[in-house]
């Protein structure tokens, strides 16, 4: 399995960056796919979670409106779209896999394997 997450970088509050999560080794339609983050000495969080089995979603409420998770399941990548990016947006960015095809509320105890992650920094 192997899960390589690209797209971070630094960007001004407002911009925007896509983050890409390619994915293989497992059968990328019935999995659910989820974009995680961690900032220096928080706990890591869901940011958004999709699940190609059902096509369902989730958001975290802080970035409702500006996050935009998809799936190109000919590529076998999951992207995000990030727009009006905030400072409290800096984190490193994971994605993680499901294999069962549900993301159980997008927590990080419900994925079964994790890519490295992706340093997203937005400047004030």
């Known amino acids: 399995v192997q899960l390589q997450a690209s797209g971070g970088g630094l960007v001004q509050a407002g911009g925007s960056l896509r983050l890409s999560c390619a994915a293989s080794?497992?059968?990328?339609?019935?999995?659910?796919i989820g974009w995680f983050r961690q900032a220096p000495g928080k706990e890591r969080e869901g940011v958004s979670c999709i699940s190609n089995s059902d096509g369902s979603t989730y958001y975290v409420d802080s970035v409702k409106g500006r996050f935009t998770i998809s799936s190109g399941n000919a590529k076998n990548t999951v992207y995000l779209q990030m727009n009006s990016l905030e400072p409290e947006d800096t984190a490193v960015y994971y994605c993680?896999?499901?294999?069962?095809?549900?993301?159980?509320?997008?927590?990080?105890?419900?994925?079964?394997?994790w890519g490295k992650g992706t340093q997203v920094t937005v400047s004030s």
């Open positions: 080794g497992f059968i990328f339609d019935d999995a659910a």
């Open positions: 993680a896999v499901s294999y069962s095809g549900s993301y159980y509320y997008c927590t990080p105890y419900g994925m079964d394997f």
